[in-house]
């Protein structure tokens, strides 16, 4: 029935399994909905916050879905900046329109999400209007809203690449003019990527009432807004990665050659030892100076639930063991092993932002005070899936009806 | 009103801090009690949830860990520091909508409620947990409207409030000053926790008047503040000849 918006000569499952999968997104996308509008009638006391966890899903759904959407920024950086240095990065051509979409579904999921968690959403305007230029929160948002824009514009193109959109002839130019200049678009996400992610670093980095998040830096900058920086660029281009995988999978489809997969793993690989290695130095830095200049040991800061275990499975489970998985040849030429490390890279980031979120808050700073734990509510977690949801219905969409893919045809004779 | 309307100097004459003495303090609550009736801070039927309780003045329960017959307790009021850390407290250092902000003049760290988009960043930022989020809308029982005070605004659901040295009645004292020709920006005035504390445990003033009773007790031998360490510098100090309490006032001290 839709086979005319489908690109041509390649095959798509029958339009009612597609609409079946749809309508489920779509219960999922309402369940979240409903939780948002509960959240925003009857206010934030329908969450698991409090008044010491300020800070709890949304904030680390939000730093978590913003480093894994930065495969968009740095693929675009790679394939259109480093590759006429590095002809090989050429290859990312092939996996460059998944970032993009990826990158606009992670990036305005996040607002959305970022919505709900300020008690007053109507204001949310006044980040610009009444903006405190040293507060790194006033960066982000800055920089996010631009970037945002920036997706949109990145993804423009794409869409119109559909094969009844491009049949129109004004659309047919504009689309290709935009890809003319899309190198522009590129390098602007590109600059203001490297400073949301950094700013978002920098908003727990830059508290120097919270020994457990505090760090000593450079110039105006904490050492975690490089640190979330790198550890960005080292885990969003794993995350297209495995999107990618999971489209192949459920489409029965091979959708890139698999040498693209191979150079993203060298690639993260590599970026994710060169975070690790400055990561665990800032730890011990900050454990062995920064934290007992506070008069604070590491064991004090660790209790559980929020035990140990959880510096072990950020630095060791899901950040050596991704490493040895994506940098050793034998184990990146299994499917299962390299796509095992795509993953730990992405979760490991995920468990750093969390500590550095929530964590940090569950430390009592007052001596005689006590600990707090976070338990999350369903108005938390349904608007977060929903957000899964929303990314999983675009990129369905996209899948179904763009050319996405340019090897797509000759992998699927 | 008199509030914003400042003189010039860079360098003010005036810090405004406060020193409890824990010696005296008897852990009554009047101070906080008074704070909650002074500042219209909202109440729910059911506070017992003390995570998200509204409260500008906390009392906390100090504790020396040994066993009768040794064993020691004490009540320790916290108010907000008002943060005097070079170029910003934590918690203005932070806030994106400058909805928290230090007033120069008098040191006084202020909130703006109307501004405040409730993301709570200044929350997490601020170590003594001094301030708390509108998680409800803000009621009264009918029969207590009609006590509020009218020259503090209630906060609305889904902003923070917290201690502000009372800032109003530094205003009324201001334009008292100004009526009588007197130089505003020296006046002195108590707020509604010093002003009840039935043992006089409460002093305020101006720290930077060494002629004042807060400065002197502020250079006290058994005078201390809270997380010392941390560079917050706080312009509470707190009294105390016990040791222990001393020593739980900062991590490793
Ligand atoms: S005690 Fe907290 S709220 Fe008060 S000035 Fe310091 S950081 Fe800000
Ligand atoms: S909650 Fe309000 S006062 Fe606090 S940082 Fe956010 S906007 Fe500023």
């Known amino acids: 029935m839709d086979k005319a918006l489908i690109p041509e000569g390649v095959k798509r499952c029958p339009l009612p399994v597609f609409g079946l999968w749809l309508l489920f997104l779509l219960a999922v996308i309402a369940w979240g909905i409903y939780a948002g509008l509960t959240v925003l009638i009857k206010g934030l006391n329908v969450t698991g916050l409090n008044n010491y966890f300020g800070f709890g899903l949304y904030i680390t759904v939000d730093l978590g879905i913003i480093a894994l959407g930065a495969g968009a920024f740095f693929s675009g950086f790679m394939y259109y900046g480093l590759s006429r240095f590095f002809p090989k990065l050429k290859e990312l051509h092939k996996i460059i329109n998944l970032a993009v979409i990826v990158g606009f579904c992670c990036y305005t999921g996040a607002l959305l999400v970022l919505l709900l968690e300020i008690g007053q959403p109507l204001r949310g305007w006044f980040g610009y209007w009444h903006a405190n230029v040293h507060s790194m929160l006033t960066e982000v948002i800055f920089c996010i809203s631009c970037y945002a824009i920036v997706l949109v514009i990145e993804f423009v193109p794409i869409i119109l690449e559909n094969r009844k959109l491009d049949a129109v002839k004004p659309l047919h130019v504009f689309g290709h003019n935009l890809h003319e200049i899309m190198a522009i678009f590129a390098m602007t996400g590109t600059f203001l990527s490297f400073f949301h992610q950094g700013s978002l670093g920098g908003v727990p980095g830059v508290m120097f009432g919270r020994p457990f998040a505090y760090r000593t830096g450079f110039f105006i900058w904490p050492w975690t807004f490089f640190l979330f920086t790198l550890s960005a660029m080292a885990c969003g281009p794993a995350f297209t990665a495995l999107i990618c995988r999971i489209i192949e999978k459920v489409s029965n489809k091979k959708l890139v050659d698999r040498s693209v997969y191979e150079l993203i793993a060298k690639i993260t690989g590599s970026l994710l030892l060169i975070y690790l290695i400055l990561k665990t130095m800032d730890t011990l830095y900050w454990a062995l100076d920064t934290a007992p200049g506070f008069g604070l040991k590491l064991s004090d800061f660790y209790r559980e639930p929020y035990g140990m275990w959880l510096l072990f499975a950020e630095l060791g489970l899901c950040g050596v063991l991704p490493v040895i998985l994506l940098l050793t040849p034998q184990t990146r030429n299994s499917n299962g092993l390299l796509f095992l490390g795509f993953f730990l890279n992405c979760a490991g980031i995920v468990i750093n932002r969390f500590a550095m979120t929530v964590e940090a808050l569950a430390i009592p700073v007052m001596p005689f005070d006590q600990w707090a734990v976070y338990i999350p509510t369903w108005a938390e977690w349904a608007p977060c899936i929903a957000m899964l949801a929303y990314g999983a219905l675009i990129v369905s969409l996209s899948y179904r009806y763009l050319p996405i893919f340019p090897r797509e045809k000759e992998l699927n004779p | ?253």
């Not at chain 2, 040191?107 to 409730?118: E, F, S």
């Not at chain 2, 502000?164 to 130089?183: I, P, S």
């Open chain 2, 1 to 253: 009103m008199s509030g914003s309307a400042h003189s010039e100097h860079a360098e003010s004459k005036v810090r405004y801090g406060m020193v409890i003495d824990l010696d005296k303090c008897t852990g009554c609550g009047a101070c906080s009690v008074a704070c909650q009736q002074e500042n219209n801070v909202s109440f729910r039927p059911d506070e017992s949830d003390k995570l998200r309780t509204l409260s500008w003045m906390t009392l906390y329960r100090l504790e020396n860990g040994a066993g009768y017959p040794d064993y020691r307790a004490a009540m320790l009021p916290r108010p907000c520091m008002h943060c005097d850390s070079p170029h910003h407290s934590p918690c203005t250092f932070v806030c994106p909508v400058n909805a928290t902000i230090r007033d120069e003049h008098t040191g006084i760290v202020d909130h703006v409620a109307v501004r405040c988009i409730g993301c709570r960043y200044c929350m997490v930022a601020c170590p003594y947990h001094a301030r708390s989020f509108n998680w409800w809308d803000p009621k009264w029982p009918k029969s207590m409207e009609a006590m509020l005070t009218p020259e503090v605004s209630p906060r609305m659901r889904g902003v923070v409030e917290k201690c502000t040295f009372c800032h109003h009645r530094l205003n009324l004292a201001r334009d008292r000053a100004r009526l009588n020709g007197e130089d505003p920006d020296s006046v002195v005035y108590t707020p509604a926790c010093a002003e009840v504390c039935p043992t006089g445990a409460i002093t305020f003033g101006n720290l930077k008047d060494p002629n004042s009773d807060v400065a002197k007790l502020a250079k006290d031998p058994r005078a201390f503040r809270l997380l010392e360490k941390l560079h917050t510098e706080p312009k509470v100090y707190y009294l105390s000849s016990a040791q222990w309490i001393r020593r739980q006032s900062d991590n490793g001290l």
